[in-house]
């Protein structure tokens, strides 16, 4: 059974561990997002995400209390920060994130198709070129599980970001954040920091700013901009 939302595009509510608050722009950028017709108050608020409806979701009683069924939790996740973790990059490569050790991080994922695409590529290709002279280094990874807005192979997910966008930061194999398959460095980062609707990812472009000592320092929502996050990027380059 598809888990449903209880909100309307009107609704103001704000996302835990995150610098900004998300409103009505869920339904200027994201025209083909689920939402359901009418809010209501209630102790657990669900996006209707199809690929994770047989998730068990974490969620707060009225009393703030953490309900059984939580997919993942800290105690689950191997690794003290995230140079713990070995990926594929988009050409299929092993790489340990043990490479970033010491460098300013931005974990994305990323998807080719979504509202959001152009003006998170854009100004995340901005960013970069801005700061990685100065240990900063932005670390995409192409997800399918929202909406199914990143259907391409991984040469086709490259070719789209290296052209149209010219970005020139790494990009990692496709892999699942939510879900039974999530990638064990996800896990990390949602063990690391809640937020609204617990550790679930919820949708594409949600990013975790990750100090140069591994740990992740602050999360931020799908519709929060790579330069709204500039002035936290400035501040962890100049620790």
């Known amino acids: ?50 690929t994770a409806a047989s998730l068990s979701v974490r969620r707060r009683g009225r009393r703030g209390k953490l309900s059984p069924g939580v997919a993942y939790s800290a105690a689950s996740v191997s690794g003290k920060s995230i140079h713990d973790f070995a990926v594929k990059d988009i050409d299929g490569k092993d790489m340990s994130l043990s490479k970033f050790k010491g460098k300013v991080l931005l974990v994305v994922n990323v998807a080719s198709r979504c509202g959001l695409t152009n003006a998170n590529y854009t100004e995340l290709s901005h960013l970069y070129e801005k700061y990685k002279s100065q240990g900063f280094e932005i670390l995409a990874f192409p997800c399918n599980q929202f909406g ?34 999530t990638a064990p460095v996800y896990q990390f980062l949602k063990s690391s920091t809640g937020g609204f609707l617990g550790d679930l990812i919820k949708w594409n472009f949600e990013k975790f700013l990750v100090n140069g000592e591994g740990k992740v320092v602050e999360r931020y929502s799908p519709t929060t901009s790579p330069f709204q996050i500039e002035k936290d990027i400035k501040k962890l380059l100049a620790a």
């Open 1 to 50: 059974m598809a888990m449903r939302a209880v909100f309307s595009p009107s609704s103001l509510f704000s996302f835990n561990k995150t610098t900004t608050t998300a409103t009505a722009a869920y339904s200027a950028h994201l025209p083909n997002f689920p939402f359901a017709p009418s809010w209501r108050r209630s102790s657990s608020l669900l996006f209707n995400i199809p």
């Open 148 to 181: 199914g807005q990143e259907p391409g192979t991984n040469p086709q997910i490259k070719e789209f970001a290296c052209t149209r966008f010219k970005a020139e930061f790494p990009i990692f194999d496709k892999v699942d954040v939510n879900g039974p398959n």
